[in-house]
């Protein structure tokens, strides 16, 4: 890696802390915010390059705007140097990395899928990279638990037992997952990634971040401005006030969704967006959970509403392909 590497905590690790003894020591660890301007400034002022990388798996898009607001901060000199690297993963890579920890689990074993608790819509993630988890996985009870939150780490063990379980494995889904619960009938089912996949990961998002400057300019600032846009929080569509709650990011020809591909214990990924080419109304919630397995059986349900009088017909799917919107079944 050329010039110095800044990786950015947030709840998952809470906040950096639990990245001590997971990335090696010539990456610098910090928590954002002033901790993140004082090591920019440090290194800018030595004449180092640096490369910034938003540590999150994926469900917690706003460290990544934050971040890219913090350095927006730093004066044109500062920022001539600096670049923004994308996130050091999707909640796409966090289903695969899970899914090749719970293939190491016997069969009778319940999984607990455990990460700190965020916001509400980052522990609405925690539950859906949970579903995903056993709708392509063999394990019948998969659960969540929240530290910090609820469900706590004890009431998801106790979920787990009561569905007949006489194990359970803590599948840690953040940074920040102790090795030991002090809770009965549990077993620590991690790390989530070895050192090496871990230095493999973050050396990629380094190297792809500075190719992409030195190719055209672009510091990955502006683009990370708006990664939590649609995190889950009402935004204005016009001068008419009307508000649309969006949860996670829509392209503007439908519903994108990421799979990914684990290929084992090293950390090698592919990240596939499938776009779904289906308008939508934002008048209910119509939720499409994606797994990563593209092949699976899908089809798609609309719930029936009588139209208002005087309303327009609603939109319907015309010719789309079965197999471009996901299944809410489980196989099982």
Avoid: K, N
């Avoid at 990456?27 to 400034?41: D, H, K, P, S």
């Avoid at 990240?271 to 119509?286: E, L, N």
Wanted: glycine share 14%.
């Amino acid at each position: 890696m050329t010039g110095r590497v800044i990786a950015v905590g947030g709840h998952e690790s809470d906040g950096a802390a639990a990245l001590t003894g997971v990335l090696g020591p010539e990456v610098v660890r910090v928590a954002g915010g002033r901790e993140l301007v004082r090591e920019v400034r440090s290194a800018r002022a030595g004449g180092e390059r640096v490369c910034v990388v938003p540590m999150t798996l994926g469900r917690d898009p706003s460290l990544v705007a934050d971040t890219a607001r913090t350095l927006l901060a730093l004066d044109a000199s500062e920022r001539a140097g600096t670049v923004l690297a994308e996130p050091f993963a999707t909640t796409a890579h966090l289903v695969g990395w899970l899914r090749t920890l719970a293939t190491r689990v016997p069969d009778d074993r319940a999984l607990l899928v455990t990460a700190p608790s965020g916001d509400p819509f980052s522990d609405a993630d925690l539950f859906r990279t949970a579903r995903l988890v056993r709708q392509y996985g063999r394990h019948r009870t998969v659960e969540v638990a929240l530290l910090g939150g609820d469900p706590g780490l004890a009431e998801g063990v106790r979920r787990c037992r009561a569905l007949g379980a006489p194990r359970v494995v803590v599948l840690p889904a953040a940074w920040a997952v102790p090795e030991q619960t002090g809770v009965p009938h549990t077993e620590y089912g991690g790390p989530l990634l070895s050192g090496s996949a871990t230095a493999g990961v973050l050396a990629s998002r380094v190297r792809e971040a500075q190719d992409r400057y030195e190719r055209s300019g672009d510091d990955g600032v502006d683009r990370a401005l708006a990664a939590d846009h649609d995190h889950g929080h009402a935004h204005s569509h016009g001068p008419d006030g009307h508000d649309h709650d969006h949860g996670h990011g829509h392209g503007p020809d439908g519903h994108d969704h990421g799979h990914a591909h684990s290929h084992g214990p090293d950390g090698h990924d592919h990240d596939h967006g499938h776009s779904h080419g289906h308008s939508h109304s934002h008048g209910h919630g119509d939720s499409h959970g994606a797994g990563p397995d593209p092949g699976g059986d899908h089809h798609h349900r609309t719930p029936s509403h009588a139209p208002r009088a005087g309303a327009e017909p609603p939109v319907r799917h015309q010719g789309a392909a079965p197999d471009l919107v996901p299944s809410h079944r489980s196989p099982r």
